[in-house]
């Protein structure tokens, strides 16, 4: 069970991290990333994400300290961890003033985080009837309050959320899916450039001398570096995270292009590798980066034959 901690201003850790930017412009841009990330996992986040995202322990102090104070931040103790999760900042003086069925509605939204509710569980969540819901959503909408947001596995329903939330990538399918349109083209561009990022650090250390393991170190990159790679390379319109650099180099695995290695920290290294076996060719499906692919089965709404991405993909 969590448990919210006292909000306290953040110190630096000392770490072997580099030293800090002093460049103003790139801590927005890093707070805005974090933020992005905070509104995206309504679970929270760990200290291990955002220094995934931001490594200099100063400015990551600083951003956590800036969150909190602008009420954006919420800080929790879930067994021996912290937990960061995202506040919607002023969230219940928007809905002031309003009666008793409108703030159960609103509280339902509130708790369903960045995944949403459908009108149907809102319905009977709240026990109101349909005519009476329809006017109290209409109403926050049109304020701006709360948004619909087109679930990508649903097409012609909508979910309801806050309307400073971030969807989830379950929800919008994230960066591969474009009005609820599986990117195939977008997804292949970005696999070839990780791949090609990897050949050529393994190509770097063809003539290592240290031995076969420090060249199969120096081969390696994190799912940072080929993060920083890609974005210095400006060939996407839409903001990457970490977890989507992750998700490409996942798919260079399971197409036996590149090979993953976990170390004692957790965090995964990739090394580009020589295919015994002409590649299977998953990325190119919506299966290789589906965000409900867990979901997925025989039975139930989310299954491969009522699946319509796959299905124009197919044609």
């Known amino acids: 069970m969590a448990t919210r901690v006292k909000q306290e201003p953040v110190s630096p850790r000392k770490d072997s991290s ?33 220094q995934n995202e931001v490594p200099d322990p100063q ?19 879930q067994g021996e961890k912290l937990v960061y999760k995202y506040k919607n900042p002023g969230g219940s003086s928007k809905i002031k003033g ?24 809102l319905r009977n969540a709240s026990g109101l009837v349909q005519t009476t819901l329809s006017k109290i959503l ?18 012609r329903k909508v979910v309801y959320m806050l309307y400073g939330l971030e969807p989830d990538s379950s929800v919008t399918g994230g960066a591969w899916y474009n009005d609820q349109d599986f990117e195939s083209e977008f997804v292949d561009v ?9 050949r050529q650090k393994k190509e770097a250390v063809k003539n290592c001398k240290d031995g076969p393991i420090a060249a199969q170190n120096l081969a ?25 650099m992750e998700t490409i180099l996942n798919t260079l695995v ?28 998953i990325v190119q ?18 299954n491969p034959k009522k699946c319509v991405y796959m299905t124009e993909w197919l044609e």
Request: proline share 5%; net charge neutral; glycine share 6%.
């Open 254 to 281: 399971y197409d036996g292009k590149a090979e993953r290695t976990v170390l004692a920290d957790g965090n995964h290294m990739y090394r580009a590798i020589e295919s015994l076996l002409p590649p299977p060719g």
């Open 220 to 244: 390696s990159a994190s799912s940072a570096d080929v993060w920083k790679y890609i974005s210095e390379l400006g060939i996407s319109k839409v903001k990457l995270s970490v977890q989507d």
């Open 138 to 155: 209409k109403k926050l909408v049109n304020e701006k309050i709360i948004k619909t947001v087109k679930c990508v596995n649903a097409p």
């Open 18 to 50: 580099p030293p800090p930017s002093a460049n103003a412009a790139s801590t927005s841009e890093s707070e805005q990333r974090i933020l992005s990330l905070l509104q995206s996992n309504s679970k929270g986040i760990s200290d291990k994400d955002i």
């Open 98 to 121: 309003a009666d008793n069925e409108e703030k159960i509605v609103y509280s339902i939204i509130e708790k369903a985080g960045n995944e949403g509710v459908w009108a149907k569980d």
């Open 59 to 77: 400015e990551r102090a600083k951003i956590i300290n800036s969150l909190l104070q602008k009420g954006c931040l919420e800080l929790f103790n």
């Open 285 to 302: 499906t919506p299966c290789g980066v589906c965000p409900v692919l867990k979901q997925c089965s025989d039975i139930g709404s989310i």
């Open 190 to 198: 970005l696999n070839q450039y990780c791949y090609h990022f990897l």
